[in-house]
């Protein structure tokens, strides 16, 4: 009796575990997620009054192009820093930043968000957007992707994709992940909060492993669009997302032509014939001087007459005349179907039974000149 209400007991302390779990395993997410409107508090100098113990500083190269620049917003550049109590120098001849934490800097973090601002000035960030690496909730990421691929004209063309036409993917990509990416030489600067860094860096990489951008900013869109639902954010988002299947197609061309391997034999070739074996094995060796010499030259004349042949064939070729072209008979045939032959029969009859000739002005007078012209005839005749 005692054992089953001991084995009652402990079944009770387990089921009340498991619930206690599933409880935890629901209220995770609930945890983990970071409610909307929350900011975390700035760092003050009433946090850190005493100020830092040691000196701090870093330093970065800059390209010579971008002296210019450095040299027009250099005002502003220790303006903001200053506000952060952190002293920056430029440096023309060596082309160097430099950053260093002073007495009065209270934010121990503070000379690391100096050190991205020199970073991303540097990589040719403007100012205004660089500037915004002292907020806190701001970060930036450098992502490296000269080394990536090692052709270089297919790193151009990757690195043109990230970009797209007119920078149509890159501001796509920008408005997404609400971070600021510069695509400038051998490196991506972004810069933004956390999630958009990750998101940014993972679409650039997978760019350079030749995966188009357009997928990655499409499963962006459809996720900007499933946060906006509070119940689902708990659920998982794989039956949402497009899935994209790899071609894997085999870019080695097959050549035209094929040359099949021989067999391979330990015995070398045999030996060509020499110019007295084949005489021997035809019969010539044996035969006189005279006699070669007089096949030689009929075999020379053989030769001479085809040569001649067929350059008199050649020449014959400009002699010969063109095919001319066949008449259209169609188009006589179309105006013979249009003639009307009763038509001209009846013109003939009209032609047939007017007088030729011009009609005469006084017909007295012609029928009496007609008569006298005869009378003078006559006389003639008999004198």
Same mark, same amino acid.
């Given at each position: +009796?005692?054992?089953?209400?001991?084995?009652?007991?402990?079944?009770?302390?387990?089921?009340?575990?498991?619930?206690?779990?599933? =409880?935890?395993?629901?209220?995770?997410?609930?945890?983990?997620?970071?409610?909307?409107? #929350?900011?975390?508090?700035?760092? *003050?100098?009433?946090?850190?009054?005493?100020?830092?113990?040691?000196?701090?500083?870093?330093?970065?190269?800059?390209?010579?192009?971008?002296?210019?620049?450095?040299?027009?917003? #250099?005002?502003?550049?220790?303006?903001?820093?200053?506000?952060?109590?952190?002293?920056?120098?430029?440096?023309?001849?060596?082309?160097?930043?430099?950053?260093?934490?002073?007495?009065?800097?209270?934010?121990?973090?503070?000379?690391?968000?100096?050190?991205?601002?020199?970073?991303?000035?540097?990589?040719?960030?403007?100012?205004?957007?660089?500037?915004? &690496?002292?907020?806190?909730? +701001?970060?930036?990421?450098?992502? %490296?992707?000269?080394?990536?691929?090692?052709?270089?004209?297919?790193?151009?063309?990757?690195?043109?994709?990230?970009?797209?036409?007119?920078?149509?993917?890159?501001?796509?990509?920008?408005?997404?992940?609400?971070?600021?990416?510069?695509?400038?030489?051998?490196?991506?600067?972004?810069?933004?909060?956390?999630?958009?860094?990750?998101?940014?860096?993972?679409?650039?990489?997978?760019?350079?492993?030749? &995966?188009?951008?357009?997928?990655? &900013?499409?499963?962006?869109?459809?996720?900007?669009?499933?946060?906006?639902?509070?119940?689902?954010?708990?659920?998982? #988002?794989?039956?949402?997302?497009?899935?994209?299947?790899?071609?894997?197609?085999?870019?080695?061309?097959?050549?035209?032509? *094929?040359?099949?391997? =021989?067999?391979?034999?330990?015995?070398?070739?045999?030996?060509?014939?020499?110019?007295?074996?084949?005489?021997?094995?035809?019969?010539?060796?044996?035969?006189?001087?005279?006699?070669?010499?007089?096949?030689?030259?009929?075999?020379?004349?053989?030769?001479?007459?085809?040569?001649?042949?067929?350059?008199?064939?050649?020449?014959?070729?400009?002699?010969?005349?063109?095919?001319?072209?066949?008449?259209?008979?169609?188009?006589?045939?179309?105006?013979?179907?249009?003639?009307?032959?009763?038509? &001209?029969?009846?013109?003939?009859?009209?032609?047939?039974?007017?007088?030729?000739?011009?009609?005469?002005?006084?017909?007295?007078?012609?029928?009496?000149?007609?008569?006298?012209?005869?009378? %003078? %005839?006559?006389?003639?005749?008999?004198?």
């Amino acid at each position: +009796m005692a054992s089953s209400v001991a084995e009652g007991g402990t079944s009770e302390a387990q089921t009340g575990k498991n619930s206690k779990k599933a =409880k935890d395993r629901a209220d995770e997410p609930e945890l983990l997620t970071v409610p909307d409107g #929350w900011k975390e508090p700035a760092f *003050t100098k009433d946090d850190n009054p005493r100020g830092l113990l040691e000196e701090s500083s870093f330093a970065t190269l800059f390209p010579k192009y971008r002296e210019a620049y450095l040299k027009e917003c #250099w005002s502003l550049v220790e303006k903001a820093l200053g506000e952060l109590h952190i002293k920056a120098s430029l440096d023309l001849i060596e082309g160097s930043i430099t950053v260093c934490t002073t007495k009065k800097t209270f934010d121990p973090y503070a000379i690391v968000r100096a050190r991205d601002l020199i970073k991303l000035l540097a990589r040719s960030v403007p100012f205004e957007q660089a500037v915004r &690496i002292l907020q806190d909730d +701001m970060a930036c990421d450098i992502i %490296k992707i000269g080394t990536l691929v090692r052709n270089r004209e297919r790193f151009v063309k990757r690195r043109q994709r990230l970009i797209g036409p007119k920078g149509s993917t890159l501001k796509a990509l920008e408005l997404l992940t609400n971070c600021y990416v510069m695509v400038q030489g051998n490196t991506v600067s972004a810069l933004g909060p956390f999630n958009g860094l990750k998101e940014v860096r993972k679409v650039v990489m997978d760019t350079m492993k030749n &995966i188009h951008p357009i997928y990655n &900013i499409k499963t962006l869109m459809i996720k900007r669009e499933l946060t906006r639902d509070p119940e689902l954010r708990a659920q998982s #988002w794989e039956r949402f997302l497009p899935k994209f299947r790899h071609k894997n197609l085999s870019k080695r061309k097959e050549p035209k032509k *094929t040359s099949a391997k =021989k067999e391979y034999t330990p015995f070398p070739p045999p030996q060509p014939e020499s110019k007295v074996d084949k005489e021997l094995a035809t019969g010539e060796f044996f035969l006189r001087e005279s006699v070669k010499r007089r096949k030689k030259m009929e075999e020379i004349k053989v030769k001479q007459a085809e040569a001649l042949t067929k350059k008199q064939e050649e020449r014959n070729k400009a002699f010969i005349p063109p095919k001319e072209k066949p008449l259209m008979k169609k188009s006589v045939k179309a105006t013979e179907a249009k003639l009307d032959i009763q038509a &001209i029969k009846d013109k003939v009859k009209k032609a047939r039974t007017k007088k030729l000739g011009a009609p005469p002005v006084n017909p007295s007078a012609s029928s009496s000149s007609a008569t006298d012209k005869k009378k %003078k %005839k006559k006389g003639k005749i008999k004198g």
